[in-house]
């Protein structure tokens, strides 16, 4: 025991012996730099604090409709110093928020933001698709085709095309839609299985269609729906491109028939054909089975293009960091320049320009993290 208790006062000692490594930090102000060379925070700081009443007495903002939005190129760093390129026009963007007192709006960048308002704008236009189908229905349903019938009218659906765009479930689209219908009609319109389009008075389809420079690929409705129909009598899917999946009786395919819905499904896999960030549009359409004749369309908006509003930047401010370094027996001298500028987009003038500089010297070269 006696043992035990004297190698515990022993380690105990020794712990007390040994000095734990502790740095000392020292807080100093942020315009204070011991270090020497290149750029420091006090230059930052100035640089912000400088140009900010200049860029507010410019004419073009100055007497500008408020508020003149501006837009911030990438930052760039010509010089030998690894820094944040993006330091000086965070801090100067602060400060004309802070005392241009509404005058200026900057365009965000921040990656993080951009993600976040995609979000947002996400669940506000899920919102805003199911009030307009709700419209479309109470259109559909208020239509002569639908109030002047004696019988209840028969409608069968055709799936919406999706020419040219992806992330669109047609499927989810074309069943809210019916289900809205049926609900404004109150019993004046019935939906034949999925699948089936014997019997109808009319066909329910439509396509979505983005609006994109790119060559669009064109698809006849007509063709389209001969196609669908030909599939359907031959018991396969009502899908093109899909395998068979009804077994029943059924009539040889047309090699016209067979011909279309090769060029159909060519066009609807066409990668060319496919754009993502764009406005997309779906045009409903109610069609007579016979003669192909559509008797009711109309065009609702069901996603909207995510911008980042540059066409609204009256203004564009970008910065430009270079540096000029000499070394003579261990010594060095750092002379950097940070230079900005004022664009108009539209003339593409030099509306407003200066520069910060600073020279320093010190004894060994400055690398910014």
Same mark, same amino acid.
């Given at each position: 025991?006696?043992?035990?208790?004297?190698?515990?006062a022993?380690l105990m000692a020794?712990?007390?012996?040994?000095s734990?490594?502790?740095?000392?930090?020292?807080?100093?102000?942020v315009d204070?730099?011991?270090?020497?060379?290149g750029?420091?925070?006090?230059?930052?700081?100035?640089?912000?604090?400088?140009m900010?009443?200049?860029?507010?007495?410019?004419?073009?903002?100055?007497?500008?409709?408020p508020?003149?939005r501006?837009?911030?190129a990438?930052?760039?760093?010509?010089?030998?110093?690894?820094?944040?390129?993006?330091?000086?026009?965070?801090?100067?963007?602060m400060?004309l928020?802070?005392f241009?007192?509404g005058?200026?709006?900057? *365009?965000d960048? $921040?990656?993080? #933001?951009?993600? &976040?308002?995609?979000q947002?704008?996400?669940d +506000?236009? =899920?919102?805003?698709?199911?009030?307009?189908?709700?419209?479309?229905?109470?259109s559909?349903?208020?239509?002569?085709?639908?109030?002047?019938?004696?019988?209840?009218?028969?409608?069968?659906?055709?799936?919406? *095309?999706?020419? $040219?765009?992806v #992330?669109m479930n &047609?499927?989810?689209?074309?069943?809210?839609? +019916?289900? =809205?219908?049926?609900?404004?009609?109150?019993g004046?319109?019935?939906f034949l299985?999925?699948?089936?389009?014997?019997?109808?008075?009319?066909?329910l389809?439509?396509?979505?269609?983005?609006?994109s420079?790119?060559?669009?690929g064109v698809?006849?409705m007509?063709?389209?729906i001969?196609?669908?129909?030909?599939?359907?009598r031959?018991?396969?899917?009502?899908?093109?491109?899909?395998?068979?999946?009804?077994?029943m009786?059924?009539?040889?395919?047309?090699?016209k028939?067979?011909?279309?819905?090769?060029?159909?499904?060519?066009?609807?896999?066409?990668?060319?054909?496919?754009v993502s960030?764009?406005?997309k549009?779906?045009?409903?359409?109610?069609?007579?089975?016979e003669?192909?004749?559509?008797?009711?369309e109309?065009?609702?908006?069901?996603?909207k293009?995510i911008?980042?509003?540059?066409?609204?930047?009256?203004?564009?401010l970008?910065?430009?960091?270079s540096?000029?370094?000499?070394?003579?027996?261990?010594?060095?001298?750092?002379y950097?320049?940070?230079?900005l500028t004022?664009?108009?987009?539209?003339?593409?003038?030099v509306?407003?320009?200066?520069?910060?500089?600073?020279k320093?010297?010190?004894?060994?070269?400055?690398?910014?993290?």
């Amino acid at each position: 025991m006696k043992r035990i208790v004297w190698l515990a006062a022993g380690l105990m000692a020794f712990a007390g012996c040994v000095s734990p490594d502790v740095t000392t930090t020292t807080r100093i102000d942020v315009d204070d730099d011991k270090l020497e060379g290149g750029i420091t925070s006090a230059d930052i700081r100035t640089i912000a604090s400088r140009m900010c009443p200049e860029i507010l007495s410019v004419p073009e903002v100055a007497q500008g409709v408020p508020p003149v939005r501006i837009k911030i190129a990438d930052v760039k760093n010509s010089s030998q110093f690894f820094i944040d390129k993006e330091i000086f026009t965070k801090k100067l963007r602060m400060e004309l928020n802070k005392f241009g007192r509404g005058q200026v709006r900057f *365009l965000d960048k $921040n990656e993080n #933001n951009q993600a &976040a308002r995609a979000q947002v704008l996400k669940d +506000r236009e =899920e919102e805003t698709v199911r009030a307009e189908l709700k419209a479309l229905a109470q259109s559909i349903a208020a239509s002569p085709l639908v109030q002047q019938a004696q019988e209840p009218v028969k409608m069968a659906v055709i799936p919406v *095309l999706n020419t $040219n765009l992806v #992330n669109m479930n &047609a499927d989810s689209f074309s069943a809210m839609l +019916r289900s =809205e219908i049926v609900e404004a009609a109150g019993g004046k319109v019935q939906f034949l299985m999925p699948g089936h389009t014997e019997g109808a008075d009319y066909l329910l389809t439509g396509q979505f269609y983005p609006e994109s420079l790119k060559q669009e690929g064109v698809i006849n409705m007509a063709d389209y729906i001969e196609v669908v129909e030909e599939r359907l009598r031959d018991g396969k899917s009502l899908y093109i491109g899909e395998t068979q999946t009804v077994v029943m009786p059924s009539t040889v395919s047309t090699t016209k028939g067979a011909t279309k819905e090769s060029a159909i499904l060519k066009m609807l896999n066409d990668p060319e054909m496919r754009v993502s960030n764009t406005n997309k549009r779906l045009n409903v359409m109610i069609v007579k089975p016979e003669s192909k004749l559509s008797v009711y369309e109309k065009t609702v908006m069901l996603e909207k293009r995510i911008s980042d509003n540059s066409g609204k930047a009256a203004l564009i401010l970008s910065c430009e960091i270079s540096s000029l370094t000499q070394q003579v027996n261990g010594k060095s001298s750092d002379y950097v320049l940070v230079g900005l500028t004022l664009v108009d987009p539209d003339s593409n003038d030099v509306i407003w320009e200066d520069s910060y500089e600073v020279k320093r010297v010190s004894q060994a070269g400055v690398v910014y993290r």
